[in-house]
């Protein structure tokens, strides 16, 4: 199993729950934040002040899938988050040992499903 986690612009977030949705992901975590990369934020006036923002709103989306299924998935992210600008995001994969699903005691792949 694999960990796949998304931090994409938060425009972008119905486009990659969609594009999740079309390959059968069942479960995902969405978590709003704010963050910085290569961007490194914007400039900003207010009542005749300048200011650096530096710190952009974000959107991680979370999700465990089989290993078979994770090429496919990224795939999927990479094409719906794209805008072909810096700022567009990033995808981190982690190497999970076990699932538990709580209610029955599943645990694997099947406690995924």
């Known amino acids: 199993m694999t960990k796949v986690e998304a931090i994409i612009r938060?425009?972008?977030l119905e486009d990659v729950k969609a594009a999740l949705d079309a390959l059968g992901v069942?479960?995902?975590t969405v978590t709003h934040l704010m963050g910085s990369g290569k961007q490194r934020g914007r400039t900003q006036h207010y009542r005749g002040?300048?200011?650096?923002?530096?710190?952009?709103?974000?959107?991680?989306?979370?999700?465990?899938v089989s290993d078979d299924q994770v090429d496919e998935i990224v795939k999927a992210i990479t094409k719906a988050a794209s805008t072909g600008e810096i700022g567009d995001g990033k995808i981190f994969l982690s190497r999970i040992d076990d699932a538990i699903r709580i209610r029955t005691g599943e645990s694997g792949d099947s406690a995924l499903r």
Do not use: A, F, S
């Open 26 to 28: 069942q479960g995902m």
């Open 10 to 12: 938060p425009n972008k």
């Open 49 to 64: 002040q300048e200011y650096v923002v530096n710190l952009l709103d974000k959107t991680k989306i979370e999700t465990v």
